[in-house]
């Protein structure tokens, strides 16, 4: 089976109701992300933050995934999928997609703030100030900030050297390094790029930009593969 890679973005989750950040104004949800998605955001004003996350998360318990989400789950009939993802909901696992990296973190996960090797599913939607870990220090959301280490780009950039098929859904390619993986698919690999509006990039042979939503989007792309199964 060929190894399809897919990157996917906020825009992969717009049609299920959850807001992208960039196409308003570099707010998320109203907040400037310094705020809420930075460690000087969490150290000025904890509690800020932990109910910016909590509302997220209450707000993905109430979404479902859309149909780009579902199709992209489908093609793991005809393809090795991998899913590389800068989104913090769990909508591709929710559709069936079963190899799924999150670079950015999970929203359903929190940490501890002294081992960030002590990661636990939250139950529900609340995490509070004095919800501590087994350490005894204070929970934080398993969310990777601005200005913090990406661990997870590591296996990201194996994956995309090894993909024979690369597809970008739904980012604006602005925020690295994931913006980045682009650099290390292997030279030749098909890439499509699906988003209603054109990110930067840099026009190639190789590159097929299908200008659509995440769910048309996904549709068109399986009729383009279909001949390569
Ligand atoms: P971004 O907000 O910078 O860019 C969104 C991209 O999606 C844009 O290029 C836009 O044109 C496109 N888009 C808008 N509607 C679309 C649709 N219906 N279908 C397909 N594409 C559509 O997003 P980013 O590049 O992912 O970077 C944002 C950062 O914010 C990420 O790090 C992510 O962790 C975080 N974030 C996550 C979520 C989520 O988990 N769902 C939501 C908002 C922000």
Redesign the pocket.
Known sequence: MKKLVVLS???????SG??????HDGL?ENHDVTQVASPEGWAADPHLVLEFYNQRRKQLYETRPNE?HVGLAELENFFDVHVIT????DLHEQAGSSKVLHL?GE?KKVRSTVDESLVYELEGWQLNWGDKCEKGSQLRPHIVWFGEAVPAIEPAIELTQQADIFVV???????YP?AGLLNYVSRGVPIYL????Q?MFTPSSNITFIQE??TT?VKKLINMLKPQQ
């Open positions: 973005g906020a825009g992969m989750s717009a049609e959850i807001k992208t950040f960039r196409d998320w780009g800068q989104n913090i909901d950015h929203l859904v739904g980012t604006s390619l602005n925020v994931a699906i988003d209603p509006a990110p939503k995440a989007g």
